[in-house]
């Protein structure tokens, strides 16, 4: 809640400074496996903007709705052969428990039989230690990361309802600084606690399910949204089979 880097921010300043203001567009980029098609799909499927790609259709990318945490583990575990081409992420949904911080038998993130731990105390090196394998990374400690593939645990802030992605923030970890103050702005400005939250929300999934190169493997908590996102992969899978 406490990001300024908004374009209306920075022209704001430029202009008090005298500053010459360029707009530029990027045309491509080399995450996701070069595809610009993916993240474009991402936005469209969750909603933060619409985009002609509504499908999967041409786009070099696997990514997969898995049934249960544990397979989405597994998933990571295999393609992790390679040391450190795989970490599991999760919505930052369970509060990262100060007791266990640097004790991997603390279980953090609960999902009925499947638990597991927030990375240690090792948030600055999570992305090349051998063991960070075995625990999870959220939006803090991943973004600006890459991987081959990542793994994905979307949580209780965002579920899909009456035919659209809903997200709340009331679901969130106490420990998440990201939307610390929200519960206040809620009770001062519902309609504008709303749209922050939506937006800071949407572009966590997001990136998230772009931190892998290769691949993505998602579990949701809400069922609902796994069924939905299955079926928006499995739509461009039968656009390209009819080609």
């Given at each position: ?18 500053a010459?203001i360029?707009?530029m567009?990027?045309q ?6 070069g595809?610009d ?8 499927v ?23 945490p ?53 948030t ?38 009456d035919g ?14 990201s ?32 931190r ?22 499995r ?6 089979r009819?080609?």
């Amino acid at each position: 809640m406490s990001d300024i880097g908004s374009v209306a921010e920075i022209e704001a300043w430029a202009k008090r400074e005298g500053a010459e203001i360029i707009h530029m567009e990027l045309q491509s980029q080399f995450r996701c496996n070069g595809s610009d098609g993916y993240p474009a799909w991402l936005d469209h499927v969750l909603e933060i903007q619409e985009t002609a790609n509504y499908d999967m259709e041409g786009i070099d990318y696997d990514i997969r709705i898995c049934a249960t945490p544990d397979e989405v583990r597994k998933i990571v575990i295999e393609k992790n052969q390679a040391p450190n081409h795989a970490r599991l992420l999760a919505g930052y949904c369970w509060n990262w428990l100060k007791e266990g911080k640097n004790n991997s038998d603390v279980h953090d993130i609960k999902i009925g039989d499947f638990e597991m731990s927030w990375n240690l105390g090792n948030t600055a090196t999570y992305a090349i230690d051998d063991t960070s394998v075995n625990e999870a990374g959220c939006i803090h400690t991943s973004q600006g990361l890459e991987f081959d593939y990542v793994g994905v645990i979307i949580g209780e802030d965002m579920r899909y309802e009456d035919g659209k992605i809903v997200t709340d923030f009331t679901k969130r970890a106490r420990t998440d600084q990201s939307v610390k103050g929200m519960k206040k702005l809620y009770r001062e400005n519902p309609k504008k606690a709303l749209e922050l939250a939506d937006e800071i929300i949407k572009n966590t999934y997001r990136t998230l399910m772009t931190r892998g190169m290769k691949g993505c493997y998602v579990y949701c908590v809400d069922q609902a949204l796994g069924n939905y996102l299955k079926e928006q992969i499995r739509l461009g899978k039968d656009n390209g089979r009819r080609m």
